[in-house]
């Protein structure tokens, strides 16, 4: 079958490999969509050390079940389905409370050696498997695993009517906070990103205000939301200037959820995080939960999932449009690669 090999840095190959074996307790996807992480990019960079060459990546995906192993008793071949890519041990306390994304020994498909689905098939664990909904298309269910991410992040902000939040980073991440912090009727959502066009489409998506720190300073705008600071700052970059904004831009007692992982060491004004006695939170991946939410709400959410996608091209293209995006081509934001 052929895949997207990652070999090393900035080195991706459109080539045969070989099959994948299903074990009793697997099936066999047909991959049918597969997005492109901001953390795949990462890894191809060379930048993370989360991906190990040869390997596949890929833990954005839905397919159809082309085969089953005997211990897989609720899926039939055919069935439509979105793969749940984090595959906790299963028996350490994290796992047995449902905190699967704090499992220690996890492992994360499409990063470090483990096999993802920028490939034709994969076999995955019958557990990790959930049913797409049949009003949605194989992209959506693509889109899942990001929205898992997102929405983990937005419950952590505690949002009610009379909150104001603030967005760092108009990204896929940032973008679903926003989507899906809007459907919580907020008092206001602010957005903030160095890319106009991502702007844009932030108050297409129901952004109450925008503004772009290289040439606007919020002090300057009008009803400028972030006076005296919003309640909740959703930091979706990950690097230590917007992280240290995000601390400005919190109100006196506010909070800072930090979805972001880019930069692994920064330096920060701790005077301002206690004086102020801003309250920060990581929030990271998402559980099985979060995942059977986003799943329902799916069908609700297609609309604004389409405006987030830039591009749908097949899998041989993928080493041009990984390219592309390693050069930060601001046409595209989502790229969905198809069978």
């Avoid at 389905?81 to 306390?93: E, L």
């Avoid at 693509?142 to 991410?149: F, I, M, Q, S, T």
């Avoid at 679903?176 to 489409?201: E, F, G, H, N």
């Avoid at 230590?240 to 920060?268: C, D, Y």
């Amino acid at each position: 079958m052929k895949a997207l090999v990652f070999h090393g840095e900035c080195d991706l190959r459109y080539e045969e490999v070989p099959f994948p074996e299903t074990k009793d307790n697997e099936a066999l996807i047909r991959v049918k969509a597969v997005g492109i992480c901001g953390s795949d990019v990462h890894g191809y960079l060379g930048k993370t050390g989360r991906r190990t060459p040869p390997m596949i990546m890929g833990h954005e995906f839905s397919g159809m079940v082309e085969k089953v192993g005997s211990a897989v008793k609720n899926f039939k071949i055919g069935k439509k389905v979105v793969v749940f890519p984090s595959a906790g041990c299963r028996h350490c306390s994290y796992c047995q409370k449902g905190a699967v994304n704090q499992c220690p020994d996890k492992k994360v498909l499409g990063s470090f050696t483990t096999n993802g689905a920028m490939a034709e098939y994969i076999s995955v664990r019958g557990d990790l498997l959930f049913p797409l909904p049949i009003e949605n298309e194989y992209t959506h269910g693509a889109l899942a695993e990001p929205l898992g991410v997102a929405l983990r992040a937005v419950n952590k902000a505690d949002i009610h009517p009379e909150t104001t939040i603030t967005i760092v980073g108009s990204g896929v991440i940032g973008l679903m906070c926003l989507i899906l912090a809007k459907r919580q009727k907020p008092k206001t959502v602010a957005v903030v990103d160095i890319v106009d066009s991502r702007l844009d489409l932030a108050l297409e998506l129901g952004a109450d205000f925008v503004f772009n720190p290289k040439t606007c300073e919020p002090s300057g705008l009008t009803n400028d939301p972030l006076h005296g600071g919003t309640d909740v700052v959703i930091e979706a970059v990950g690097v230590a200037k917007t992280v240290q904004q995000s601390i400005q831009w919190a109100a006196r007692g506010g909070k800072i959820v930090i979805v972001g992982l880019s930069q692994k060491l920064m330096e920060l004004d701790m005077h301002e995080i206690v004086n102020k006695e801003v309250r920060i939170e990581g929030s990271f991946l998402y559980n099985r939960q979060d995942f059977q939410t986003i799943l329902k709400e799916l069908p609700a959410l297609g609309p604004s999932l389409d405006k987030l996608i830039s591009l749908i091209a097949p899998l041989r293209e993928g080493v041009n449009l990984f390219k592309r995006l390693a050069e930060m081509d601001e046409k595209l934001l989502k790229v969905i690669l198809t069978d």
